[in-house]
């Protein structure tokens, strides 16, 4: 017998009725970016490797250490996308869409990492993000957050904003020279990626979750007592900004991002739900991610969110409440009945929003009362010899565990909106 195939590590299969709550969060975001004037962006799942080493970063664990790489047949390096703000950008460049104006854009899909599996952690992953193009006010980054935010709140989750900034190129280079000096004499004593990147980028030892790096993190120099004017200005309108909003935010001078492209404003929505601290959300500023990538200077703010992360916490939150029973399964006892169901079937799925189930299997009623429990239908259509003799149907509410009779008309139609009526 041949080896059974299975998905590769590191990525999952999606099956109902789990699906749902994935169609469910997706309506969502789409229905949140779109109440704040977003429009949606899908970009190839591949690129060129040089946006993304380029855009996110050479130093970055994403580029040295996650990226699916691999040459085409052209032998050109492509790289399967390990994020999608830089696609993002590359869209905007290539289709001339920054001399419309600012652009709100947001996504939902796939990318890809090569990374150690873990709980909410994928080789494919998925995400919700936004990216607001061509606003320098802090006013552009209270928005977004506030998109997160309401996102949020929708699904009733208990989060804390932390928000940070980590300056630009006027202050930055004076804020590098204090971790040179504070990380330099401990330099044996980092780990193996920190002392790696010590000299070329300082500032992404902040990031580190190694132990040996913690006692030297934590009592680094610290962004903000180092920023320029500018900078200070537009991290106190953020603060003002989310203050207006009514968004509580705590001041977290850890919080730098993974990536290279942040400047000014980074931040996070973190929730205990799964025992340790954990992101449900992380975005920040980057201004001049555009201009790397070779375009005009623009500024632009995003965030992405996880979706397998943010659906565990959703289900960390609600425990082990049933779902809400929806929808109904038609039950035919019968050859006859049977055949009289299957025109009422295909009305109903017409004329109802909910889902209409049917087993056309020959079955005992209570063999059916056993599907409808797995279908977690709210109501059974009942239909038998003893209906069809009297001319009427069986409508019982699943949950009440009450019966009622409809008649039972030739026209199919009418019957379905009758039913849809007493389902009301």
């Known amino acids: 017998m041949a080896e059974q195939i299975v998905a590769p590590r590191g990525t999952q299969d999606i099956l109902p009725p789990d699906s749902a709550k994935w169609i469910q969060f997706e309506a969502d975001a789409r229905d949140v970016a779109f109440r704040f004037g977003y429009g949606e962006i899908r970009t190839p799942m591949f690129e060129k490797t040089e946006l993304f080493s380029r855009g996110v970063g050479e130093t970055t664990d994403i580029v040295e250490k996650e990226m699916y790489t691999f040459p085409d047949k052209a032998d050109r390096s492509m790289t399967l996308r390990p994020e999608l703000t830089a696609g993002v950008v590359r869209a905007l460049l290539q289709h001339k869409l920054l001399v419309q104006g600012q652009q709100r854009l947001y996504y939902i899909g796939s990318f890809f990492r090569y990374e150690r599996p873990q709980a909410g952690r994928f080789r494919q992953a998925n995400q919700f993000g936004v990216e607001y193009f061509g606003q320098t006010a802090p006013e552009a980054d209270a928005e977004v957050i506030s998109i997160a935010a309401t996102l949020i709140a929708r699904y009733g989750l208990d989060t804390v904003l932390n928000i940070n900034t980590v300056g630009d190129q006027n202050c930055r280079p004076a804020y590098r020279e204090a971790l040179l000096a504070h990380f330099r004499p401990h330099l044996a004593e980092l780990s193996a990626d920190s002392q790696r990147r010590l000299e070329r980028n300082p500032l992404r030892i902040l990031d580190s979750k190694a132990p040996e790096d913690a006692p030297f993190v934590a009592d680094a120099p610290q962004m903000l ?80 969110m996880g979706i397998e992360r943010f659906l565990m916490v959703v289900a960390a939150t609600a425990g082990d409440a049933a779902p809400e029973r929806t929808g109904l399964q038609a039950v035919a006892l019968g050859d006859a009945a049977r055949e009289r169901l299957v025109g009422l079937v295909g009305a109903l799925r017409t004329a109802s929003a909910t889902p209409t189930f049917a087993d056309w299997s020959d079955r005992k009623l209570a063999a059916h009362f056993k599907i409808a429990d797995k279908n977690n239908a709210r109501w059974a259509l009942i239909l038998g010899d003893t209906e069809l003799a009297a001319g009427e149907i069986v409508l019982r509410d699943l949950v009440a565990r009450s019966d009622r009779k409809l008649p039972l008309g030739p026209n199919a139609a009418e019957v379905a909106t009758a039913l849809v009526e007493a389902m009301a």
């Open 225 to 304: 007592d180092h920023l320029c004017a500018e900078c200070r200005a537009h991290f106190e309108g953020l603060k003002r900004n989310l203050d207006a909003l009514g968004l509580a935010y705590v001041v977290n001078p850890s919080i730098v991002r993974g990536l290279d492209y942040y400047t000014r404003t980074v931040f996070e929505f973190i929730s205990g739900a799964l025992g340790a601290q954990s992101t449900v959300c992380g975005g920040g500023r980057y201004d001049g991610l555009i201009e790397q990538l070779g375009g005009p200077p623009t500024p632009g703010v995003g965030f992405g």
